[in-house]
C-alpha cells in the first residue's frame, strides 16, 4: 500500500507565527485529505485536495500530485490551532485510505 | 443532524470481557469504518463496510468482529479483549470508499482500556 511520512513529527510555535507541515506519499493518488485532531479528540476535516491549492480562512493547502507532496499552511496560528494534523491518501482502484502519524502542534500565547 | 455518533465515550474492561461499540451515521453515506488509534501510530484501519450488506478487513482485524445493521449503523465487536486492545476507537463514514470525491466523517471516539 501507499506510505505516507509527515513532517516535523513536532512543531511548537509562538502564536502569531506561520508554519507549513509537509505529507509526502509514495505513490499516486487520487485523493489526499488533511485533518486537524483538536485536544479533546475529535477530527475535523480541513481539506479535501488531490491536486492543486485551497485556501480556508489562515488555513491552506497545495498538493503537487506529480511530485507526491502535499503541504498544508498555518498563518498568524493561534492557540486553537493547537493539536494534530494528519494527512491521509488514497490511491487509484478504489484502495483504502491511509493515515500519516501525524504533526503534534502546540501554539504557546 | 448529528453526522457520525458514537456509543460509548469511555469503557473499561476486564481481560476476556466481550463488547460491542455501536456507530451510526445520518449523512446517507455507503461507506463506514472504524480506526483505532494509538501514540505514534495514527490511524490504523480495523475493518470497513464499503456498501451495506458487504465488510473487508483492515490492517489490523485480529481480535475484533463487525456488523453492518442497516446503512445507518456499523458496529465493533471485542469477543474476548486484551490489554493490546487498549485503545481510541473511531468511526468515520463516506459516501463511497475509494472514490475521487471520497471525504471521511468521523465520530468523536471511544476511549477504551482493558485491564
Known amino acids: 500500500g501507499i506510505q505516507v511520512e509527515q513532517s516535523p513529527p513536532d512543531l511548537i510555535l509562538q502564536e502569531g507565527a506561520n508554519s507549513t507541515l509537509r505529507c509526502n506519499f509514495s505513490?499516486?493518488?487520487?485523493?489526499l485529505q488533511w485533518f486537524h485532531q483538536n485536544p479533546w479528540g475529535q477530527l475535523i476535516n480541513l481539506f479535501y485536495i488531490p491536486s492543486g491549492t485551497k485556501q480556508n480562512g489562515r488555513l491552506s493547502a497545495t498538493t503537487v500530485a506529480t511530485e507526491r507532496y502535499s503541504l498544508l499552511y498555518i498563518s498568524s496560528s493561534q492557540t486553537t490551532d493547537s493539536g494534530v494534523y494528519f494527512c491521509?491518501?488514497?490511491?487509484?482502484?478504489?484502495?483504502?485510505?491511509?493515515f500519516g502519524i501525524g504533526t503534534k502542534l502546540q501554539v504557546i500565547p | 443532524n448529528a453526522g457520525v455518533t458514537q456509543t460509548p465515550k469511555f469503557q473499561v474492561l476486564k481481560t476476556g470481557q466481550s463488547m460491542t461499540l455501536q456507530c451510526a451515521q445520518d449523512?446517507?453515506?455507503?461507506?463506514m469504518y472504524w480506526y483505532r488509534q494509538d501514540p505514534g501510530m495514527g490511524l490504523r484501519l480495523i475493518y470497513y463496510s464499503a456498501s451495506e450488506g458487504t465488510t473487508d478487513k483492515g490492517e489490523v482485524p485480529n481480535g475484533y468482529n463487525v456488523s453492518r445493521l442497516n446503512k445507518r449503523e456499523f458496529s465493533l465487536r471485542l469477543e474476548s479483549a486484551a490489554p493490546s486492545q487498549t485503545s481510541v476507537y473511531f468511526c468515520a463514514s463516506s459516501e463511497l470508499q475509494g472514490a475521487t470525491n471520497e471525504k471521511l466523517f468521523f465520530g468523536s471516539g471511544t476511549q477504551l482500556s482493558v485491564l
Open positions: 491521509a491518501v488514497s490511491g487509484w482502484g478504489y484502495q483504502k485510505v491511509t
Open positions: 505513490d499516486s493518488v487520487n485523493n
Open positions: 449523512m446517507n453515506h455507503n461507506s
